[in-house]
């Protein structure tokens, strides 16, 4: 059996070629050796190995390793050649790749209408409104169709004429031979831009546009569990398209406020609750924040800076699906800076007591133990 010709030398290309290379020589071998084109006896096996090769050579990766270790290092490399051509589709692709739009010899494939450009806006939501969901109206400018001329760019009752430059179709078609035949490309006709007809007496609303400029109200609706960076698509509340085609969409973008004492982990919700000593040591019942309100829990006795707690179902509810998220709790204790002398006292008595070993360094106090909701857990001076 034949060794496989080295990779580079299938493309024809150098061991340095940049991908833009690599890619369009595999092109013009592919249209080469291709068997629905070329029936040579042994069309199929070039075009077999020029797909292999590509795959491999296209393929950061996979180069790196073929550099290093050459067909050795290669495994299931090149399966199925006429799976597609370079990501762009089937062999009638290739066509339309080179031909501009051909779909074939003979024939052309017609484009889709235009339809109007999407739209895109942002809003931003309190913590909360992004929790538990909201209603927003926006305000967008965007064009619409004119109401007056209905989108036909002409005066009510004036008839327009066909244009005599594609004869009504709004597309110019221009036949190019080549060695697989006759070739058709369609373009927009450039004198009547599409429409096909020639308006003589323009709308005297939209000055023969078909659309005209305006301001819209919408009332956006936002999903319970929306993070910041998504978007909220509404079909249709684009801009309208030309010569009455379909209107795009409208893209709204979510951005959410920072919240003073709640932080979002996807689902969850974190917060850090200060204790002090004695809550700490004794154990205490408190009041703690959630989104749903104050809620009290027990601190147990020895509970440590760091410690967590967690609060079922108190978190973010599932964009998706049923259930919530956690609120987790983390205790922070908090050391304080000044002492009355009888604190001082029972403090010195109370070290008396214990094992050295168990006599802790004073802990740094946090910085967020000021103001806000956790006022009342402040520690006494």
């Known amino acids: 059996m034949a060794s496989k010709r080295d990779f580079y030398e299938v493309l024809g290309v150098t061991r340095s070629a940049t991908e833009d290379e690599i890619k369009k020589a595999y092109r013009r071998l592919a249209m080469k050796f291709?068997?629905?084109?070329?029936?040579?006896?042994?069309?199929?096996?070039?075009?077999?190995?020029?797909?292999?090769?590509?795959?491999?050579?296209?393929?950061?990766?996979?180069?790196?390793?073929?550099?290093?270790?050459?067909?050795?290092?290669?495994?299931?490399?090149?399966?199925?050649?006429?799976?597609?051509?370079?990501?762009?589709?089937?062999?009638?692709?290739?066509?339309?790749?080179?031909?501009?739009?051909?779909?074939?010899?003979?024939?052309?494939?017609?484009?889709?209408?235009?339809?109007?450009?999407?739209?895109?806006?942002?809003?931003?939501?309190?913590?909360?409104?992004?929790?538990?969901?909201?209603?927003?109206?926006?305000?967008?400018?965007?064009?619409?169709?004119?109401?007056?001329?209905?989108?036909?760019?002409?005066?009510?009752?004036?008839?327009?004429?066909?244009?005599?430059?594609?004869?009504?179709?709004?597309?110019?078609?221009?036949?190019?031979?080549?060695?697989?035949?006759?070739?058709?490309?369609?373009?927009?006709?450039?004198?009547?831009?599409?429409?096909?007809?020639i308006v003589s007496t323009p709308c005297k609303e939209c000055r023969g546009e078909g659309r005209v400029k305006v301001s819209k109200r919408l009332l956006v609706k936002v999903p319970a569990g929306i993070d910041s960076n998504s978007q909220i698509r509404i079909s249709g509340e684009g801009e309208a398209g030309p010569r009455g085609t379909l209107p795009g969409n409208l893209f709204v973008g979510i951005a959410i406020k920072e919240h003073p004492i709640f932080k979002r982990v996807e689902n969850h919700i974190m917060v850090d609750v200060p204790l002090n000593l004695w809550q700490a040591t004794l154990g205490d019942k408190i009041e703690v924040p959630t989104v749903d309100g104050a809620l009290e829990i027990e601190v147990k006795p020895g509970t440590q800076h760091g410690d967590i707690i967690r609060l079922k179902e108190r978190g973010v509810p599932l964009l998706r699906g049923n259930g919530r998220g956690d609120q987790i709790i983390t205790f922070k204790i908090i050391v304080p800076r000044k002492l009355s002398e009888e604190q001082r006292q029972l403090l010195q008595q109370m070290a008396r007591t214990m094992p050295r070993e168990q006599i802790g360094k004073e802990s740094q106090r946090d910085k967020d133990d000021k103001g806000g909701f956790f006022g009342r857990f402040r520690v006494g001076s």
Do not use: W
């Not at 339809?115 to 109206?137: C, N, P, Q, S, Y």
């Not at 594609?166 to 490309?185: D, L, P």
């Open 34 to 197: 291709h068997p629905d084109v070329n029936k040579e006896a042994d069309a199929e096996e070039k075009f077999k190995e020029v797909k292999e090769a590509y795959e491999v050579l296209s393929d950061a990766k996979k180069r790196a390793t073929y550099d290093q270790f050459g067909h050795a290092g290669m495994s299931g490399a090149g399966a199925n050649p006429f799976e597609g051509f370079g990501g762009m589709g089937g062999f009638s692709d290739i066509f339309e790749q080179f031909f501009g739009g051909s779909g074939g010899p003979g024939g052309a494939r017609r484009a889709s209408p235009q339809r109007g450009a999407d739209l895109k806006t942002t809003i931003t939501l309190e913590f909360e409104e992004a929790v538990f969901g909201t209603e927003k109206e926006i305000e967008i400018a965007r064009f619409d169709t004119c109401a007056r001329c209905k989108g036909s760019k002409s005066e009510p009752g004036v008839e327009t004429a066909k244009c005599p430059n594609c004869n009504g179709s709004g597309e110019v078609r221009r036949v190019q031979s080549s060695i697989f035949g006759q070739f058709v490309s369609v373009t927009t006709c450039d004198r009547c831009r599409g429409d096909g007809r």
